[in-house]
């Protein structure tokens, strides 16, 4: 962004920090974009732009009433967007649904072929995303959709997000696989390891992704990650926005109050 000139606007996006249990730490299903996306060839979670067919599974979400995800969110009327985008994001990349079925069990439990061929006529658009849930007789799980941050892009990138992040732990009797189209791997990993891959230039990260692990890797097992997670918004969580500024002749990122931040939006 020039100076005087108007920001992109930022893209509402949500994203998915999967989480399972490990020997010594919580894993996390990490997915690497392809070159050509917008994040080409970095690593990070599921997730993806909010978009209309989210509004249109309202209907189908349980756990959260749309007035306590607003608050949640902060975001009057509109908050349920972004849990459902969430959970077809994650479903559409990772293959995971966190939804339940009319029993209350997790959907097609055991059953990967039938909740693979699902994913398939999703991503092939034979079926939108509330069509799916009504045939299928599903409830978007809301309640175990953790809201964990929010980051927005930097002012002066051409193309910006407004990205909500939330944490859910693996359901039984699911496996995460990545698409294969937009994302070229998928692996379990734990969030030092990534940390350590990413500081070895061996793991490409970006920014945002860097510091919510580095809240992650706090944590030791999978209950206390999800008791953290399940607290963040009692806490309190503000939108996070970055800048980049110049140092030693390096674009470098930097956070509100860290210094060199810009005082103004103009500057």
Not at 29 to 49: I, N, W
Not at 67 to 78: F, K, Y
Request: aromatic residues 8%.
């Amino acid at each position: 962004m020039k100076n005087g000139s108007t920001p992109a606007p930022a893209l509402p996006s949500s994203t998915v920090v999967l989480a399972r249990e490990a020997q010594s730490a919580p894993e996390l299903f990490m997915v690497q974009r392809h070159a050509a996306t917008a994040f080409g060839e970095s690593y990070a979670f599921p997730g993806g732009l909010v978009d209309s067919e989210d509004r249109a599974a309202h209907a189908h979400c349980e756990g959260l009433t749309t007035e306590e995800a607003d608050r949640l969110l902060d975001l009057p009327g509109n908050a349920l967007d972004y849990f459902s985008a969430a959970a077809r994001e994650l479903f559409e990349e990772s293959g995971v649904l966190l939804a339940r079925d009319a029993q209350g069990d997790w959907a097609f439990r055991g059953r990967e072929a039938q909740r693979e061929q699902l994913r398939e006529t999703l991503a092939t658009g034979r079926r939108t995303w509330s069509e799916l849930l009504r045939e299928q007789n599903l409830r978007v799980a809301c309640d175990v959709l953790h809201y964990i941050g929010h980051w927005e892009t930097p002012l002066r990138l051409p193309k910006r997000f407004s990205t909500r992040f939330f944490m859910a732990a693996k359901p039984a009797g699911q496996q995460a696989r990545h698409d294969g189209d937009e994302l070229t791997d998928g692996r379990w990993i734990s969030a030092a390891e990534v940390l350590a891959l990413a500081r070895q230039n061996a793991m490409q990260v970006r920014f945002p992704t860097v510091k919510n692990l580095q809240l992650i890797a706090r944590h030791t097992s999978l209950p206390a990650l999800i008791d953290w997670a399940h607290s963040r918004a009692a806490d309190g969580i503000y939108c996070i926005r970055p800048e980049i500024i110049e140092v030693d002749g390096k674009p470098h990122p930097v956070l509100p109050g860290d210094r060199g931040y810009p005082r103004g939006d103009d500057e």
